[in-house]
């Protein structure tokens, strides 16, 4: 089995700065895409960003530049840099991972547990 463990997440004030990390451990043998999602009461799950496995980012656009995604395959863990954030990213945000536990096998996605960012003064 896999698990994703989000860290990072907390209080900020608007126009501040917070990384959050997602590591993710188990029988892994390769990580494809890796993405954060996010989602406040009420609302459907929305795609912040995601990262393939070569490092090619994609991003929302309400993200317009404050954020920004990164992976470090050798340790399995994704971050997600959050930059001039504003009250309306506030949300619990969630790791999301595509992961082959055999070469030859399909992949499986998991979810973390996710994390709350909460922006206000």
């Known amino acids: 089995q896999v698990q994703l463990v989000e860290s990072g997440g907390g209080l900020v004030q608007p126009g501040g700065s917070l990384r959050l990390s997602c590591a993710a451990s188990?029988?892994?043998?390769?990580?494809?895409?890796m993405a954060w999602y996010r989602q406040t009461l009420g609302k459907q799950r929305e795609l912040v960003a995601t990262?393939?496995?070569?490092?090619?980012?994609n991003y929302a656009d309400f993200v317009n530049g404050r954020f920004t995604i990164s992976r470090d395959n050798g340790k399995n863990t994704v971050h997600l840099q959050m930059n001039s954030v504003k009250p309306e990213d506030t949300a619990v945000y969630y790791c999301?991972?595509?992961?082959?536990?055999?070469?030859?096998?399909?992949?499986?996605?998991?979810w973390g547990q996710g994390t709350q960012v909460t922006v206000s003064e």
């Open positions: 999301n991972a595509d992961i082959k536990h055999i070469r030859y096998l399909p992949s499986t996605n998991y």
């Open positions: 188990g029988s892994i043998f390769s990580i494809n895409a």
């Open positions: 990262i393939s496995s070569g490092g090619t980012t």
